[in-house]
Nanobody, 123 residues
Framework: QVQFVESGGGLVQPGGSLRLSCAAS????????IGWFRQAPDNPDNERKG???????????FYADSVKGRFTISRDNAKNTVYLQMNSLKPEDTAVYYC?????????????WGQGTQVTVSP
């Protein structure tokens, strides 16, 4: 069974850091692009928005404008895990964070969503 398990979320003060992990089981991560998405509690359309993605081929990374310079995505294929290092966190980063896989970062068919991990940024 293909599955992701996200972890590493928590409560942190503004300006703090967290590192999220996305561990895969049932398939090999290095065959896929892996994206991080988030779903904010005040999101009126309740959709998951893309935060970052790392390609399978050459490790090219992509970031939403709102997190550029603060977040870093990386992958450890030996551990079948992708990470999201989040620095200089802001209250607007509060959300449930998910990872998912697709053939490329430009794909429209991300799948194998995990249960998510809650990130709360608050004084």
């Amino acid at each position: 069974q293909v599955q992701f398990v996200e972890s590493g979320g928590g409560l942190v003060q503004p300006g703090g850091s967290l590192r999220l992990s996305c561990a895969a089981s049932g398939f090999t991560l290095d065959d896929y692009a892996i994206g991080w998405f988030r779903q904010a509690p005040d999101n009126p359309d309740n959709e998951r928005k893309g935060v970052s993605c790392i390609s399978s081929s050459d490790g090219t990374t992509f970031y939403a404008d709102s997190v550029k310079g603060r977040f870093t995505i990386s992958r450890d294929n030996a551990k079948n895990t992708v990470y999201l290092q989040m620095n200089s966190l802001k209250p607007e980063d509060t959300a449930v964070y998910y990872c998912a896989a697709d053939k490329s970062c430009a794909g429209r068919d991300f799948h194998s969503w995990g249960q998510g991990t809650q990130v709360t940024v608050s004084p």
